[in-house]
């Protein structure tokens, strides 16, 4: 299953556990993830991923999201017989419905390991759970595992501070946004108006985190603005009309505005990206997208949440 749902996932990682879970209602949620579980006894708050692991780290358990179609495509592979790869799904009943665990062995560093995961449904995504145990970890049976895995449960929601909290940066104001939700944890935040349901394009939403600018002068930021405005996500027929310097906060920063169009309806959209370097090698990017009818009450929300961030 792991092969077959590769395109979806947004990192990779591998993950594991060990002994007795209780019930889903005690299920522990990684920060910023909507995905939880009753770990085993002996897995405690990985520190590097959102997820699970023993105190030697040889036994680790990765939660994480993926798209909503995500789960419905492995059910209906399930039931055709049609899934593809040697992956052995078997069906689990969790506390949120059915999900589909695979067991497969493997390879890590040249030792042998087990490699489980289990794919749920969630509300408008896809949970997903991933665990890597070497094979000489023997208490950590594939029963064990089951037992683990049928304590998974989804929550609606993410706690908005919890969100913020994990961010590099701080957000001071939302200005009314609607919508709060972590694109990578503790990485990329999006804020918007529709909940996501239909497609967000046809109303006012950002997209804010770090990117990489790693630049050989402070001439290179126009350029670097230029190149990322290029590789915004979901704009069709792109037309940059404005790239400039500017500051933001008494740092310097670069604006950059896109005529586009965007969604399954070809909505006409404004995209203003807003650049703001820093001493670092990294820049926040600020992403700002709203159809042309809406843009001249979506700009000042744009600015107001641009003045709001601030480093940590």
């Not at 998974?152 to 940066?169: C, N």
């Not at 203003?272 to 000042?300: H, K, N």
Request: glycine residues 8%; neutral net charge.
């Amino acid at each position: 299953m792991i092969h077959s749902l590769s395109r979806f996932l947004l990192l990779a990682v591998v993950l594991v556990l060990a002994p007795l879970p209780v019930r889903a209602a005690d299920a522990v949620f990684p920060p910023g993830v909507r995905v939880g579980l009753v770990p085993l006894q002996g897995l405690v708050a990985a520190k590097g991923f959102p997820g699970f692991e023993s105190a030697d780290r040889s036994v680790k358990v990765i939660m994480t999201e993926l798209p909503a179609a995500a789960f419905g495509e492995v059910e209906a592979a399930v039931k055709a017989g049609t899934v593809p790869g040697p992956a052995r799904l078997q069906g689990i009943e969790t506390a949120v419905g059915t999900g589909y665990f695979t067991a497969e062995t493997g390879q890590d560093d040249g030792a042998a390991v087990r490699r489980y995961s289990m794919i749920v449904r969630g509300e408008q995504f896809s949970g997903y759970v991933a665990m890597q145990v070497p094979d000489a970890a023997a208490d950590y049976s594939e029963d064990a595992v089951k037992a683990m895995f049928a304590t998974v449960a989804v929550r609606k929601d993410v706690p908005l501070e919890e969100q913020l909290a994990l961010m590099p940066f701080k957000i001071t104001d939302l200005a009314d946004f609607k919508t709060v939700r972590s694109l990578a944890p503790g990485a990329v935040i999006l804020l918007a108006d529709d909940d996501g349901s239909d497609g967000i394009e046809a109303s006012p939403f950002m997209v804010i985190g770090l990117i990489p600018a790693k630049l050989a002068s402070p001439d290179d930021r126009g350029r670097l603005a230029q190149q990322a405005a290029r590789t915004i996500p979901g704009l069709r027929e792109a037309r940059i009309t404005m790239s400039e310097p500017i500051r933001i906060d008494g740092t310097p920063g670069f604006e950059t505005r896109i005529e586009a169009v965007s969604g399954k309806n070809d909505t006409p959209v404004t995209v203003v990206q807003w650049l703001r370097f820093g001493a670092a090698d990294t820049a926040l990017r600020i992403i700002g997208s709203a159809s042309r009818e809406a843009w001249p009450t979506a700009f000042p929300r744009f600015r107001a949440v641009r003045d709001g961030v601030a480093p940590r």
